[in-house]
C-alpha cells in the first residue's frame, strides 16, 4: 500500500461523504482510507464503512490520527479531516511529487469552499504565511499533512498530552530530521464552517495569538485553560458577538452589496446607460453607510 489517508472525526454524517466522494473518484488507486472515530453519536461509522474506509476508535484529534496512523499500512500518511475535499487527481500528484522531490513531510496551499471573496483573501494570506515562514517556523494545518510513516514513527506521532496545536508541534518536530516542503501541485478544498462559528476576523486573532503564547510559554497542553477547544460541534451555531465580529458582518454585507451592484449592471446592459449611473450612485451611498457603520464600531471602542 503507498498511501494510507487517515481522517479523525466526530459527528461529521454530513460532511463526511463529500470527502469520500471525493476520494473514491481519484484515478490514483494504491491507497486505503481510516477513519478513526471519536465515538459519533450519529451515522459518521456507518458511512465511513458503507464507503469502505475501516474504522477504528479514535478521540481528539490527534489520538484520533495516531491511532489512524497505527492501523495504517501505507509507506506515506495523508492526515485530511472531514470537512475538506480533494481536488481530482490529488492523490496521484501528491504522491509523485513527493517520491520526485524526495519529500518527507509536507502540506500544501488550502482554498475555501466559499462564493466570499474575504474568505478567499483570508486563506491567501494564510497560504502565503505559512510558505513564508516554512524555513524558520514551519508549521501545517492538521486537515492537510503528508509524511512518511518512517518519519513519523520516528518522531513517536502527534503528542497526544497538546490541547491545540499538536499539528504544528508534529510539523516543528519532523522537521528536525528532514524539512517540510509545500506541495505545489495541488491543493485542498476546506470548510469555513470554523469561521462562520468563531468569526472570520476572531478565528484569526485567535491564532495569531496561541502562536504568541507557543512562542514564548510552550505547547498549551490538556489542563490548560488559555483557550477553549471542542473536537466537532462546528455547526450548532454561532457564538456571541464581538466587536471583531461585528467588523466581519459588515465587510461581507458590503461585499454582497457590491456583487448584487455588478450582476444588476450586467441585467441591464449598455442600452440602459443612464439608469445604471443613477443606481451606481444609490449603491455608492449604501456602501459609504456600510462604511460608516465600521467607523462607529471602532469609536465605540474608543
Known amino acids: 500500500m503507498k498511501i494510507s489517508i487517515v481522517i479523525p472525526t466526530k ?31 450519529d451515522r459518521t461509522r456507518e458511512i465511513a464503512a ?10 481528539m484529534p490527534g489520538a484520533g490520527r495516531n491511532a489512524g496512523a497505527r492501523a495504517a499500512s501505507g509507506e506515506f500518511l495523508v492526515f485530511l479531516d472531514a470537512d ?36 478567499r483573501v483570508i486563506h491567501r494570506l494564510i497560504n502565503m504565511t505559512i510558505l513564508a515562514n516554512m524555513h524558520i517556523d514551519p508549521k501545517a494545518f492538521g486537515f492537510c ?33 528532514r524539512p517540510l516542503r509545500y506541495i505545489n501541485s495541488s491543493f485542498v478544498h476546506v470548510s469555513v464552517r470554523r469561521f462562520e462559528k468563531e468569526g472570520r476576523l476572531a478565528y484569526m486573532a485567535k491564532g495569531i495569538g496561541l502562536n ?25 451555531g454561532k457564538e456571541n458577538l464581538k466587536t471583531l465580529d461585528k467588523i466581519e458582518e459588515q ?19 449598455a442600452a440602459e446607460e443612464g439608469k445604471v449611473d443613477e443606481r451606481h ?15 462607529d464600531l471602532f469609536q465605540a471602542q474608543d
Not at 16 to 31: A, C, E, M, R, T
Not at 50 to 58: C, H, N, P, S
Not at 281 to 295: C, T
Open 11 to 41: 459527528d461529521e454524517e454530513e460532511l463526511l461523504p463529500g470527502l469520500l466522494k471525493s476520494i473514491n473518484s481519484q484515478d490514483f488507486k494504491d491507497y486505503e482510507v481510516i477513519v478513526a472515530d471519536a465515538f459519533s453519536t
Open 50 to 59: 458503507e464507503a469502505g474506509a475501516i474504522v477504528v476508535d479514535g478521540g
Open 84 to 119: 475538506v475535499m480533494i481536488p481530482e487527481n490529488f492523490i496521484k500528484n501528491l504522491y509523485n511529487e513527493m517520491q520526485e522531490r524526495y519529500i518527507d513531510v509536507a502540506t500544501c496551499a488550502i482554498k475555501p469552499i466559499t462564493d466570499l471573496q474575504l474568505d
Open 145 to 177: 499533512i503528508f509524511i512518511t510513516k518512517r518519519l513519523f514513527n520516528r518522531i513517536g506521532g502527534f503528542d497526544e498530552t497538546i490541547k491545540v496545536a499538536e499539528d504544528n508541534d508534529l510539523v516543528k518536530r519532523a522537521s528536525e530530521y
Open 212 to 236: 504568541v503564547y507557543r512562542t514564548f510559554k510552550g505547547e498549551i497542553r490538556f489542563g490548560n485553560d488559555v483557550v477553549s477547544y471542542n473536537f466537532g460541534g462546528y455547526d450548532k
Open 251 to 269: 465587510l461581507i454585507k458590503a461585499e454582497k452589496r457590491y456583487k448584487k451592484h455588478i450582476e444588476k449592471i450586467k441585467a441591464w446592459g
Open 281 to 295: 450612485k444609490k449603491f455608492k451611498k449604501k456602501l459609504k453607510g456600510s462604511v460608516r457603520e465600521l467607523k
